[in-house]
């Protein structure tokens, strides 16, 4: 629910209001605002403002608009009445809601500039929450979000559905001023949103809601224990920095690229096998995929030289966890160098893709280079990758297609916010 600010104003005093409305008017049009009808159409004719409106007074209005004082919609309330009239029995009762639970409340026009003053300095947030990822249930893991953020943003939230996915709402949010938009979902709903937000300067607060994670763990953001909490109190520290994205084709990128098995493995964990087993999903598909997965003839222009290899698997990453294992073949992946880190992974049997992917694993644990004589590496700032057959392409988790592609590192595009233990030693203190 997004903050809001309720407007009430006795017939004598609603062209004070528009007056004050009027001068106010950038900081009002940040929140929902809620009114009596006869106020908040006076406010939408004049001045184009979106108002809720209620009941009139005489009607219930100040009762509905109690309610949602009570609910805890309201970030603030201002009341404007005829000086010399008696305070009635409704509006005692806002005053009393706003005394009991804490609420800003003017009833005169100077206060009622001071509480607009004081909001006006809160950063304008926009959350955009995907209900459909986690195991349990979003209203909880929502709630949860708004209680820890609500006091210290005007925080928007905005529900990805099936027609409104997380890259336009993002793109909405930076159109409407956001100076700050949280992700929470898996890598899908995090890469959407980032790709909306590289080369903006608007800082990107994520709240880990997915099977893998992946780019959580790759920044040190996620955590095993209370990860939505851990998550929140980490946007409230505001600690950021500069890391790279990438393009692959047309496609921003904030993680990785995989060509051939690791695409196949990421089609064949459904949504319901990932409910159903978590993280295992992506091991028992990529078990099952070594049984049919055949090599393929690949091209690789890179930083302008030319490479010919037979392939099982080909990895471009800007950002990958330790159990993204297929990407570590220099041991840790640089999110922050202006390039992108290129694995090639080749195997005839199963047993010999077997022992690659365990020397992989072997060497990501202990961050160090594989020596493994079925897997390349290298670092580069631009790639081009064709095979034949054409090969299937996973971008971020999400099959975008299949060969040729291209692929580009965008450095220092994207600000993300993460632990203070994250951010570079000659960043800490002026970040």
């Given at each position: 629910?997004?903050?809001?600010?309720?407007?009430?104003?006795?017939?004598?005093?609603?062209?004070?209001?528009?007056?004050?409305?009027?001068?106010?008017?950038?900081?009002?049009?940040?929140?929902?605002?809620?009114?009596?009808?006869?106020?908040?159409?006076?406010?939408?004719?004049?001045l184009n403002l979106n108002v809720q409106a209620y009941a009139p007074a005489e009607r219930g209005g100040d009762i509905q608009i109690g309610a949602a004082l009570l609910a805890g919609m309201a970030k603030a309330v201002i009341v404007l009445q005829e000086p010399a009239r008696q305070i009635g029995p409704s509006l005692a009762m806002l005053l009393h809601l706003c005394d009991l639970h804490g609420i800003p409340c003017a009833t005169n026009l100077s206060t009622a500039g001071f509480i607009l003053a004081g909001l006006a300095?809160?950063?304008?947030?926009?959350?955009?929450?995907?209900?459909?990822?986690?195991?349990?249930?979003?209203?909880?893991?929502?709630?949860?979000?708004?209680?820890?953020l609500g006091p210290h943003f005007n925080l928007k939230v905005h529900l990805t559905t099936p027609e409104q996915d997380a890259q336009s709402l993002?793109?909405?949010?930076?159109?409407?001023?956001?100076?700050?938009?949280?992700?929470?979902?898996?890598?899908?709903?995090?890469?959407?949103?980032?790709?909306?937000?590289?080369?903006?300067?608007?800082?990107?607060?994520?709240?880990?809601?997915?099977?893998?994670?992946?780019?959580?763990?790759?920044?040190?953001?996620?955590?095993?224990v209370a990860p939505i909490r851990t998550a929140c109190h980490l946007i409230l520290e505001g600690h950021t920095r500069k890391v790279d994205a990438a393009k692959c084709n047309d496609h921003p990128m904030v993680l990785l690229a995989g060509i051939g098995f690791e695409a196949e493995t990421v089609e064949k964990a459904s949504r319901e096998?990932?409910?159903?087993?978590?993280?295992?999903?992506?091991?028992?598909?990529?078990?099952?995929?070594?049984d049919e997965h055949e090599l393929f003839s690949a091209e690789l222009l890179i930083d302008g030289d030319r490479y010919q290899v037979?392939?099982?698997?080909?990895?471009?990453?800007?950002?990958?966890?330790?159990?993204s294992v297929l990407a570590q073949g220099m041991g840790a992946v640089l999110f922050d160098d202006g390039l992108l880190d290129v694995t090639i992974v080749t195997a005839e049997t199963k047993l010999q893709a077997v022992t690659t992917v365990l020397s992989a694993l072997g060497a990501s644990l202990l961050r160090s280079e594989t020596n493994h004589p079925n897997i390349s590496q290298l670092r580069a700032s631009r790639i081009s990758i064709t095979a034949n057959p054409p090969q299937k392409v996973v971008v971020d988790g999400e099959i975008v297609g299949t060969t040729p592609v291209e692929l580009t590192c965008l450095p220092d595009a994207l600000t993300v916010i993460v632990p203070q233990s994250q951010v570079p030693a000659q960043l800490k203190g002026g970040d």
């Open positions: 629910m997004s903050a809001t600010i309720a407007l009430i104003a006795h017939d004598s005093q609603k062209e004070a209001l528009l007056s004050f409305a009027r001068q106010h008017q950038p900081t009002l049009a940040r929140y929902r605002l809620i009114a009596t009808e006869g106020t908040s159409k006076l406010l939408q004719d004049n300095q809160l950063q304008q947030a926009h959350l955009i929450f995907n209900p459909v990822s986690g195991q349990g249930d979003y209203k909880i893991d929502l709630a949860v979000v708004q209680e820890q993002a793109q909405a949010a930076i159109a409407a001023g956001a100076d700050l938009v949280i992700a929470s979902g898996g890598d899908g709903t995090v890469s959407a949103v980032a790709s909306a937000l590289i080369g903006t300067e608007i800082p990107l607060g994520v709240i880990p809601r997915g099977t893998a994670n992946a780019f959580c763990v790759a920044l040190g953001i996620s955590s095993v096998f990932k409910d159903q087993w978590g993280m295992l999903a992506y091991v028992m598909a990529g078990w099952s995929q070594l037979d392939a099982g698997a080909i990895t471009v990453a800007n950002a990958a966890p330790p159990t």
